[in-house]
T-cell receptor
């Protein structure tokens, strides 16, 4: 299993541009999440999904859209990039009963918005 | 989800036990205590979790006080590779909409020294 994969690894955008960060998992996990991590800070939840067709907002959803058309994929869209969205973005997936659930994280996408 | 309080940083000598404390005084009966760590620039990695009883796995031990208001993560023989930020997270599982959400605090930066 590849686990959780994210593309691209690095991206530079200009203010106002849009892009999609890709996330895929091959573990048949129902639950997937997107986090961002600013320098020297902890992770903050952007959006999450409890299954295909179901998404919800996390702590910092503004400026981002998500959709979950398949179990495997959970893309994150930046609608109009702003310098404040410069961050490292992590995708995660999880499965199992809530009591046993652990989350598996991808390697991250480093985004710079100029 | 209950909030947690962790010291911002700790040092530990290589080969010695590292004891990382976490306060979660407002934890409810349904909430589990999870520990994750993040080694520089990588995605977070699951370590261990528990509800009431002490837990041990190949990575660490988790000691939860009887009143569940605090816990301690123990790395029995710390190595240089254990240098990382350690996050203590409490999370309830009531309802499927909560599953998959992790709220990260600032964590404890553990520096293992030779």
């Amino acid at each position: 299993n590849a686990g959780v994969t994210q593309t691209p690894k690095f991206q530079v955008l200009k203010t106002g541009q849009s892009m999609t960060l890709q996330c895929a998992q091959d573990m048949n996990h129902e639950y997937m999440s997107w986090y961002r991590q600013d320098p020297g800070m902890g992770l903050r939840l952007i959006h999450y999904s409890v299954g295909a067709g179901i998404t919800d907002q996390g702590e910092v959803p503004n400026g981002y859209n998500v959709s979950r058309s398949t179990t495997e994929d959970f893309p994150l869209r930046l609608l109009s990039a702003a310098p404040s969205q410069t961050s490292v973005y992590f995708c995660a997936s999880s499965s199992g009963t809530p009591e046993q659930e652990t989350q598996y994280f991808g390697p991250g996408t480093r985004l710079l918005v100029l | 989800d209950a909030k947690t309080t962790q010291p911002p940083s700790m040092d530990c000598a290589e080969g010695r036990a590292a004891n990382l404390p976490c306060n979660h005084s407002t934890i409810s009966g349904n909430e589990y205590v999870y520990w994750y760590r993040q080694i520089h620039s990588q995605g977070p990695q699951y370590i261990i979790h528990g509800l009431k009883n002490n837990e041990t796995n190949e990575m660490a031990s988790l000691i939860i006080t009887e009143d569940r208001k605090s816990s301690t993560l123990i790395l029995p023989h710390a190595t240089l590779r254990d240098t990382a930020v350690y996050y203590c997270i409490v999370r309830d599982y009531l309802g499927s909409s909560n599953t998959g959400k992790l709220i990260f605090g600032q964590g404890t930066t553990l520096q293992v020294k030779p």
